[in-house]
């Protein structure tokens, strides 16, 4: 529609009427803005449609719709600079070029066509990866202190998680329809074949993780009532990957798992998120925060099945207590019982000898 109304180019060099022309009178003149696709007003309108397009994009891995122009930056450096400009308008015109990057992002490492996706093995990859690290870094020194918002912080970190999120996926790998299946908990990483870049990629998108819902967990309950549904999602899918690495490095025995899986926190972090959305959902007062608790109600419940199932799973792996392992002795009752001996007294008392323990499926606790 904002296409069909002239907006998002220039305007076209025109004739000035004359004669006639001149004084007659256009239907158009009644509404301010209407006739000029370069006023203020159409500017800023086309970049709201720029910042929602790109927002769909970067949240459904989606082509963009609308791209970055030259329009597009000229309309942006007028109005970092108007004095017409609205108050709002350069937090409006950051979150803008967050979003620029973004696209770059998309771009760079075809987020849009899993069939070519990037992924950290191609030397390529690492070097643009840490330009743009470099470039967000940057962007993010040049905020005011006054104009750095939760809102904001929440964009860039991310944009942080979105751009080493999309190199740690695996080719062929659908996030959203992947992210709750048993089968596809190693489709983002592999703990035990990690290069010195997957792992300073997730540690950076963990990190970015961990900052996101400590800034979305401090903001007062009126403002997280007061934002637009977009950064539910990115809560949630933060939440989603935040959950996958947690199982990933639960499932693997590493030195790295051990570092790692201490500082998600990913239990503490789903129970404060569900509580935070709870209040601002209460009363019916906020519609999104209701929904979004619902769906990380479910996430809640598949992360404590799936990772009850690994514990069991895991057991065959580890020493079920049928065998006691290097360094390991049975527990054994101090009580000595009929036909039993104990390791203190070593008296047999029966023709077979045979110890007691407690706890397990078979009467034995290993310690």
Not at 138 to 153: A, G, N, Y
Not at 197 to 222: E, H, K, P, R
Request: hydrophobic fraction near 40%.
């Amino acid at each position: 529609m904002a296409l069909d109304l002239g907006l998002g180019r220039a305007c076209p060099v025109r004739r000035k009427p004359t004669g006639a022309a001149s004084n007659a009178i256009n239907f158009f003149t009644f509404r301010p803005g209407k006739e000029d696709p370069e006023s203020l007003e159409c500017r800023r309108t086309w970049l709201m449609c720029y910042y929602l397009a790109s927002n769909a994009a970067m949240g459904l891995r989606r082509p963009y719709l609308v791209r970055w122009s030259v329009f597009i930056e000229e309309s942006l450096k007028l109005l970092e600079t108007s004095a017409e400009a609205a108050p709002t308008d350069k937090q409006f015109c950051i979150l803008l070029r967050i979003n620029k990057l973004g696209e770059d992002v998309s771009t760079r490492f075809s987020v849009d066509d899993p069939a070519m996706a990037a992924t950290l093995q191609d030397f390529g990859t690492q070097l643009a990866l840490r330009g743009f690290e470099v470039e967000l870094e940057r962007l993010k020194r040049s905020i005011p202190e006054s104009l750095m918002q939760p809102v904001i912080i929440l964009g860039i970190e991310y944009l942080n998680i979105y751009m080493h999120e999309s190199c740690l996926q695996n080719a062929n790998t659908d996030t959203f329809k992947s992210c709750l299946t048993t089968a596809t908990i190693d489709t983002m990483l592999n703990p035990k074949a990690m290069g010195k870049a997957q792992i300073d990629a997730l540690l950076a998108c963990v990190a970015a993780i961990t900052t996101s819902f400590d800034t979305f967990l401090g903001m007062d309950i009126a403002r997280v009532r007061c934002l637009p549904v977009f950064n539910f999602v990115r809560i949630a899918y933060s939440l989603v990957i935040l959950i996958k690495v947690n199982l990933a490095m639960s499932a693997a025995e590493t030195p790295l798992t051990t570092i790692i899986a201490d500082n998600l926190r990913a239990e503490t972090y789903l129970d404060s998120l569900l509580a935070k959305l709870s209040e601002a959902s209460s009363e019916g007062r906020c519609r999104p925060a209701g929904k979004f608790l619902s769906v990380l109600s479910t996430l809640k419940g598949w992360f404590t099945n799936k990772g009850a199932q690994q514990r069991k799973n895991g057991r065959p792996e580890r020493h079920s207590g049928n065998e006691a392992g290097p360094g390991l002795r049975p527990f054994s009752s101090p009580t000595p019982t009929v036909g039993t001996t104990t390791a203190e007294s070593g008296v047999r008392s029966g023709p077979t000898t045979r110890q007691t323990a407690v706890g397990g499926g078979d009467g034995r606790l290993w310690r």
